[in-house]
C-alpha cells in the first residue's frame, strides 16, 4: 500500500531521498485513459480548424457567446465533475492531459476553462458540503454556471493575507463588502469563491471562503481589462457591496480561508502546467516545420547548428516539464498528502520553460515570428502571465526554500532540544550544528541506509542516477551551510533562498525525468528509448551545471554589490549615468 505522508522534496533537501514517491513513473488509469482519447479527438475537431478566428478574439479582445456555448455543449466546464453530476469526473492527470490539448490551440479558451475548473469551482471539490456540491455541481458541469475565483485585490496581491474585503456576521447570513482585482472569467461567470476577512479588523490572515453567485444583490462587475495577452479571455473587477451571503454558503472552515486558498491553488497548478505543456508543443511543431522549410544561405536554416540547439534544447524543455506535470498531477490523484513544494515546482519550471521556448520559436522565424499574421508573437504575449499569477515565481521561489529550510530547521531542533538558541546565536549554537554536519557525513559516506540512493532507475540511467545523489548531498550541505551562516535572517536573505530553490527546482525536474525515462526503457528497451536517454543525459548535465554554480555562490557572490546598485537607483529615481 501507498504510504501518502511520505514528501519527497520536503526530505530531499534533509539528504533522504523517498523514491518510492516518484517510481514507477506514473500512468493513466486505463478506464479514464479509454474517456481521454475521444475527449481529446473532439477538442481537435472543435478547435483545429479555427486559427483565425482565434486571431480575431484576440484582437477584439473575447470569446463570442456562440463560441462558450459550444464549449458548454462539449462538456469542457465538467471536466472534473463527477460522473453522477453530469460531468467527466477526471482526476488531475486526465485534466491537466485535456487542458494541454486545449492550450495547443488557443490560451485563451485554456484558461476560460482552467480558471473554472482549476480554481474557480475547486474550492467547491475541496470543500464542498455535499448539500453545496448538490447544489451547485450540475449547473457547473454543464457551464450553465461559469465559475471564477476572487482572491487579490487592489492593495493584496502576493500578500493574500492582507486582503480587505470583509464578510460580517449579521444572524442569518454574511455582510460582505469590498471588491476584487483582475478575475478572470469576471465577465462571464455566475458563480464566485470569494475570499473575505471574518476576523477582527486589524487581524491579518483570518480569512474565510464564501460561495457568492451572481444573482445576489449587490454583486457587480467591472468593464473588460485591456491586457497584453489572454486577450480572448475575460478578465474584470468584480465588486460586492452589502451583498446577503446566506449562512450556509461559507466554503471550508471559519477562519481558515488561506488554508482553503492556497490548497486550491495548489491543487490547480497542474492545470497551468498542462496548457504550458501544450503551448510548448504547438511551438515545436511549428519551429521545426518552418527550420525544414525556410531556405538561407542555399539551405534551410535546420541544418544551421545555431537554429539546432534551439530546437534540440526546447525538446528536452517540453519533456522534463511533461515530466514534472505528469507526476504532480498523479502525486494529487493518489492521494498524497502535501505534494506543495513539487506543485510550486511545476508551477515555475513549467512557466519558465515555455517563456524560453516561445523566445526562442519566434527567434527561428525571424522576422516573420514578429508578424502578427503568425501565432508567435501571440503566444509570446499569451504566456507572459504564467509567471505572473497562481503565486509569481519569485514568491513560489521564497517559498520552496523557507519551507525546506523550516523542515531542515526542525531536524535542528529534535537533535539540540533548543533551536531558538542556535538561530539567534548561530556561533553559540556551533557544537550542535558541527554534531549535524558531522552526521551529514555520514550520510554522505552511505547512510541513513536505503534513502541516500536513487536505486529504482534503470541502470542505463545509473551516471545521472549517481549524479542525482552526489548534488543531493550537496543540496543538504547548502541547507546546512545556509542556516548555519544566517540563523533566522535566512528569512531576509533572498538572494541566497533563490540559489537553494533553484537547486530544488532543477532536482526535482531530474528526479521525474529519470523516473520516466526508467519507466521507457524498462516498456521500450534501450534501442526504443534512445532519444529519451539522450534527453535524461542533457537534462542531467545542465542540472549539474546550475547546480555547481549556485553552489558556488553560497560563499562567493556578489549579492551585496547588487544590493546597493540597486538601492542607489532607488535613492536617484532610476539609472544615474550618461555617456555624454
Ligand atoms: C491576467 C491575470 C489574471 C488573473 N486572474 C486572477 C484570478 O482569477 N483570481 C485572483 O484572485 N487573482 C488573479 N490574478 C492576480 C494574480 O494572482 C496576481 O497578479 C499575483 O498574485 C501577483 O500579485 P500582484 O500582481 O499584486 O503583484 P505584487 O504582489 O505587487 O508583486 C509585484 C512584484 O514583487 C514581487 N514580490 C512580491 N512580494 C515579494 C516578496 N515577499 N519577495 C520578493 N518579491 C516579491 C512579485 O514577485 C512581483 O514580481 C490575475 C492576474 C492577471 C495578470
Known amino acids: 500500500m501507498t504510504d501518502t505522508s511520505l514528501v519527497f522534496m520536503r526530505s530531499l533537501a534533509a539528504g533522504r531521498i523517498e523514491q518510492e514517491v516518484l517510481f514507477p513513473f506514473p500512468t493513466l488509469d486505463p478506464k479514464e485513459a479509454e474517456t481521454l482519447g475521444p475527449v481529446l479527438e473532439s477538442i481537435d475537431q472543435l478547435l483545429g480548424s479555427r486559427a483565425e478566428e482565434f486571431r480575431k478574439w484576440d484582437v477584439e479582445g473575447k470569446l463570442p457567446p456562440e463560441f462558450l456555448q459550444e464549449m458548454r455543449e462539449f462538456g469542457l466546464f465538467g471536466l472534473i465533475i463527477p460522473e453522477d453530476q453530469g460531468g467527466l469526473a477526471f482526476g488531475n492527470l486526465a485534466y491537466s492531459r485535456t487542458l494541454q490539448q486545449v492550450a495547443r490551440h488557443d490560451a485563451s479558451v485554456a484558461v476560460t476553462i482552467g480558471a473554472h475548473s482549476s480554481i474557480g469551482m475547486r474550492g467547491l471539490k475541496l470543500y464542498g458540503t455535499d448539500a453545496q456540491k448538490a447544489r451547485w455541481y450540475g ?141 510548448m508543443k504547438k511551438l515545436i511543431g511549428l519551429s521545426s516545420s518552418y527550420a525544414m522549410e525556410r531556405k538561407q544561405f542555399g539551405q534551410p536554416i535546420g541544418t544551421f547548428g545555431l537554429i539546432q540547439q534551439k530546437i534540440g534544447h526546447m525538446v528536452v524543455d517540453c519533456y522534463a516539464a511533461e515530466s514534472a506535470v505528469t507526476m504532480v498531477a498523479a502525486l494529487s490523484d493518489r492521494g498524497y498528502e502535501d505534494y506543495s513544494i513539487e506543485a510550486a515546482i511545476v508551477k515555475i519550471f513549467t512557466s519558465e520553460a515555455l517563456w524560453r521556448t516561445v523566445d526562442e520559436a519566434l527567434q527561428t522565424a525571424g522576422g516573420t515570428g514578429f508578424m502578427r499574421e503568425l501565432p508567435y508573437e501571440r503566444m509570446l504575449r499569451d504566456c507572459r502571465v504564467n509567471r505572473i499569477w497562481e503565486g509569481t515565481n519569485e514568491v513560489m521561489r521564497l517559498f520552496i526554500a523557507l519551507t525546506a529550510l523550516n523542515d531542515v530547521g526542525q531536524g535542528l531542533r529534535e537533535m539540540s532540544g533548543s533551536l531558538k538558541g542556535i538561530f539567534n546565536d548561530p556561533i553559540k549554537g556551533f557544537g550542535v550544528f558541527y554534531e549535524y554536519a558531522r552526521r551529514r557525513a555520514n550520510w554522505a559516506t552511505g547512510l541513513p541506509a536505503g534513502k541516500s540512493s536513487l536505486s529504482k532507475a534503470h541502470v542505463a540511467l545509473r551516471p545521472q542516477a549517481e549524479q542525482f545523489e552526489d548534488l543531493v548531498r550537496s543540496l543538504a550541505a547548502m541547507a546546512d551551510r545556509l542556516l548555519r551562516k544566517h540563523g533566522k535572517d535566512i528569512v531576509g536573505k533572498q538572494f541566497a533562498t533563490r540559489r537553494l530553490a533553484d537547486v530544488m527546482i532543477d532536482l526535482f525536474v531530474l528526479a521525474c525525468v529519470i523516473s520516466r525515462v526508467s519507466s521507457a526503457l524498462e516498456k521500450k528497451g534501450t534501442e526504443g528509448a534512445q532519444q529519451e536517454l539522450q534527453i535524461a543525459r542533457v537534462f542531467a548535465g545542465q542540472v549539474q551545471w546550475c547546480a555547481s554554480s549556485n553552489f558556488r555562490k553560497i560563499d562567493e557572490n556578489d549579492d551585496e554589490l547588487i544590493q546597493s546598485l540597486a538601492k542607489h537607483a532607488y535613492e536617484r529615481g532610476g539609472y544615474s549615468w550618461d555617456v555624454l
Open 139 to 279: 449547473k457547473l458541469a454543464s457551464g450553465e454556471m461559469i465559475a471564477a475565483f476572487c482572491l487579490t485585490e487592489p492593495g493584496s496581491g502576493s500578500d493574500a493575507a492582507s486582503i480587505k474585503t470583509t464578510a460580517v456576521d449579521a444572524g442569518d447570513h454574511w455582510l460582505l463588502n469590498g471588491s476584487k482585482l483582475w478575475i478572470t472569467n469576471g465577465g462571464i461567470a455566475d458563480f464566485f469563491t470569494v475570499f473575505a476577512k471574518t476576523g477582527e479588523v486589524d487581524q491579518k490572515g483570518k480569512l474565510s471562503g464564501f460561495i457568492v453567485t451572481k444573482d445576489m444583490p449587490g454583486v457587480s462587475i467591472g468593464a473588460p481589462e485591456d491586457k497584453m495577452g489572454i486577450r480572448a479571455s475575460s478578465t474584470t473587477m468584480v465588486f460586492f457591496e452589502n451583498v446577503k451571503v446566506p449562512k450556509e454558503n461559507l466554503l471550508g472552515p471559519l477562519n481558515g480561508g488561506f488554508k482553503v486558498a492556497m490548497n486550491i491553488l495548489n491543487s490547480g497548478r497542474s492545470g497551468v502546467g498542462g496548457g504550458t505543456v501544450g503551448g
